[in-house]
């Protein structure tokens, strides 16, 4: 992610401006032999152009053939080929993936020759990262860009489209080792994306009404005229999703919109710069880290945050932001990273 593609929240939002589109998932999913390009040692390929792809060889899936069930995989018994391999186990109903689409996956990924499971996210929370932008594996970029969410997608990666030919020593794999993995494609995440949940009433006339709609537009925040601004972090679902609960730690997939409270004038929005904001929940104002702690990923959250947890006298310069103000946000958790 660009440090700019967020404009206002990397001063604004940020206590420091480090960790824009931080790849660390924070959470139990991470591990060092997850996709990402972060495990891939220093002397590993990097293609120029796109290998070729073919429809196999892929070892058998013997048992969990149905989607999101952990798969049972099959020793590779001929030689594997030199080139990327992918199949479509099961194809899905749901969107196609572009590069740049933040993709929510369960993977199993294990060694050709030996069928060696060295990772896997099945039985912890799902792997979400950005695809089709080297933040992954090049077998993983170049195999699932074009896939549909809802699909099972095999694919039998040789080293240079993995963790090339230095291997990844930790998890057991050589340099020359041919990776298979299963991967369902859960979820994607654009800049059009909102959350989908339950609807929480805002029977509240001191507080702001956030707009409820999921067609990936900027909810509407109305600030009730004539109300003396709450002294206290007010943090509220608007939809509430069924997703893991946010630890402090966290780095989080979000959309989001902000708005002063005694103008109602937006000064920051997600939805305005036409991308997500990936961002650690702990490096965040304090009216954030207070206020999306403990609740579920999937969820609109409506945050009223008064000037101690947010700029105080001291805004940001070219903000927008009045010293001393309360600010209102409305906040789509679309998933932990």
Request: glycine residues 12%; positive net charge.
């Amino acid at each position: 992610m660009r440090r700019r593609s967020v404009l206002l929240s990397v001063p604004a939002l940020l206590l420091t401006a480090a960790g824009c589109g931080n790849d660390d998932k924070g959470s139990d999913s991470a591990s060092s032999t997850s996709p990402s390009t972060s495990s891939t040692p220093s002397g590993s390929a990097s293609p120029t152009a796109p290998p070729k792809i073919v429809d196999g060889p892929v070892p058998a899936i013997t048992a969990g053939t149905a989607f999101d069930t952990k798969p049972t995989v099959a020793k590779g018994t001929v030689t594997p080929s030199k080139d990327l391999a992918v199949k479509t186990v099961i194809a899905g109903d749901g969107p196609k993936i572009v590069a740049g689409d933040y993709i929510q996956v369960n993977y199993l990924g294990q060694i050709w020759s030996t069928a060696k499971v060295f990772d896997t996210s099945f039985g912890r929370s799902p792997y979400t990262n950005i695809i089709g932008q080297g933040k992954v594996i090049p077998g993983w970029d170049q195999g699932l860009v074009g896939q549909k969410v809802k699909s099972r997608v095999q694919l039998a990666i040789p080293p240079a489209l993995g963790y090339g030919s230095s291997g990844n020593a930790q998890a057991g794999i050589k340099g020359t080792d041919t990776l298979v993995f299963v991967v369902d494609v859960l979820q994607r995440f654009n800049a059009k994306s909102s959350v989908t949940g339950t609807d929480v009433p805002q029977s509240n006339a001191s507080l702001p009404k956030v707009g409820t709609n999921t067609d990936g537009k900027a909810p509407s925040i109305t600030v009730p005229k004539g109300v003396k601004a709450p002294a206290k972090l007010v943090s509220q679902y608007v939809i509430e999703g069924d997703g893991p609960v946010v630890k402090a730690s966290d780095t989080l997939l979000l959309q989001y919109k902000g708005v002063v409270w005694t103008t109602g004038k937006e000064f920051d929005s997600s939805y305005a710069h036409g991308q997500l904001a990936a961002f650690p929940l702990a490096q965040l104002i304090k009216g954030w880290q207070q206020g999306l702690a403990g609740k579920k990923a999937g969820s609109r959250v409506m945050l009223v945050t008064p000037p101690d947890l947010a700029y105080g006298a001291q805004p940001p310069s070219g903000s927008g932001i009045p010293a001393n103000a309360t600010l209102v946000f409305t906040l789509d958790i679309l998933a932990v990273l």
